[in-house]
């Protein structure tokens, strides 16, 4: 595809990273703006009303599931990994999601779309297709501490520069997500139809190999740090933990557990990823710590949509509606913080001159917001109106 033609939105509320600016123009040029401010003469270039309607910047997100629940909606049933890239690329363009980060899951053993083999197929062919999606589509690659045989895929990925986030994942009952065996055997039981058999020699599985994962963990964030690939670790529980990791140059921590964890991340200047459905729905669907709760008690860099991509334009509303943040500072927690934390915000996340025209026309009239237009690179990959 060529490079899209020039053209200019008036009319428009725009949400910047320091306010907002009403009744403002976009002027996008070679698939980046080239202007933001009150009154840009259009020219020969094509105008849009925006009759009042808001420009956001693209929503990037650094964690999400949806690849895996798409892959295999109901236990061992799967779809074809194609088929679900391509359709889940349209979704994601419908969600505001204009660069996503593919969670894809290392964990031999435990779910079957997790097993080494199925994940290295599709960081391969995300690789491959990647540059034929309407989103910006990479990759976030996540490891359990406990399996030992996804290190060389691991390695050989890295390597490649097929990943673009590293996380660190340990779901050994009595620590992290699982606090108690119990919470671990019920979800594993109900979500993807383990048998007790099945998850007894999971864990027991988990409790050999943990004592290993400390030099599997310090050879991979080693490999990392040489090639410059940000890394975050999951379900942080506590205080010593986080120190651990700051030590090892992790800079996001993703869904902490708890009050301890958090605000010891905070404290030590990890970036803080919260759930988007946590905050839609005022609650974590494990029992864990609530993000609104986070958030007020002045908490929490960045939202991502961890299994359902919808969530995150509505979070960002729902935020404002509560008086947990103004309007601009939510954005920013799904756009201009994320790019930050994985080092691209010179390129993307926020409406200003110079950057990637990626942005999102919102309707807030009606009572839920309506995403009625999204632009990748300036190239319009969605539209519900004629506006």
Request: proline share 5%; net charge negative; with cysteine.
């Amino acid at each position: 595809m060529g490079v899209p033609e020039p053209f200019v939105i008036e009319n428009a509320h725009i949400v910047t990273p320091g306010g907002i600016r009403r009744g403002a123009s976009l002027a996008v040029e070679d698939g980046r703006i080239s202007a933001v401010g009150g009154n840009i003469p259009a020219g020969r270039r094509p105008r849009l009303d925006a009759s009042g309607s808001w420009i956001l910047p693209g929503f990037i997100d650094l964690h999400s599931d949806a690849l895996e629940k798409d892959l295999e909606p109901r236990p061992n049933t799967r779809f074809p990994l194609d088929i679900v890239l391509h359709e889940l690329d349209k979704k994601l363009a419908a969600c505001g999601v204009t660069t996503i980060f593919h969670s894809v899951s290392f964990a031999e053993g435990e779910i079957g779309i997790r097993c080494n083999e199925t994940a290295a197929s599709v960081v391969a062919r995300i690789a491959e297709l990647a540059p034929r999606m309407s989103v910006d589509t990479r990759v976030h690659a996540r490891f359990e501490v406990t399996d030992a045989s996804a290190v060389p895929w691991l390695e050989a990925f890295l390597k490649e520069r097929k990943i673009h986030l590293f996380s660190f994942m340990d779901h050994t009952p009595g620590q992290g997500q699982f606090r108690e065996e119990a919470a671990f055997e019920n979800y594993y039981g109900r979500v993807y139809g383990k048998k007790t058999g099945e998850i007894r020699e999971i864990i027991e599985n988990k409790f050999r190999s943990r004592e290993t994962a400390a030099g599997r963990f310090d050879r991979l964030a080693a490999l990392c740090r040489s090639m410059g690939i940000p890394m975050a670790s999951h379900d942080d529980d506590s205080k010593e933990k986080v120190l651990w990791l700051r030590e090892r140059s992790v800079g996001i921590s993703e869904f902490p557990v708890n009050m301890e964890a958090l605000q010891a991340a905070g404290d030590a200047g990890l970036c803080i990823c919260l759930g988007a459905p946590n905050v839609l729905r005022g609650s974590s669907q494990a029992g864990n710590l609530s993000a609104r709760q986070a958030i007020e008690r002045g908490y929490g860099d960045i939202l991502c949509s961890d299994y359902a991509p919808m969530a995150m334009l509505h979070a960002v509303f729902t935020l404002e509606a509560l008086g947990l943040r103004p309007l601009h500072e939510a954005v920013n927690m799904v756009s201009l913080h994320p790019a930050a934390a994985v080092g691209i915000s010179g390129d993307k996340g926020s409406l200003a001159e110079g950057k990637a025209a990626d942005f999102l026309l919102v309707d807030r009239d009606g009572g839920v917001p309506r995403i009625l237009k999204t632009f990748v690179s300036g190239r319009e990959v969605f539209s519900t109106c004629s506006r």
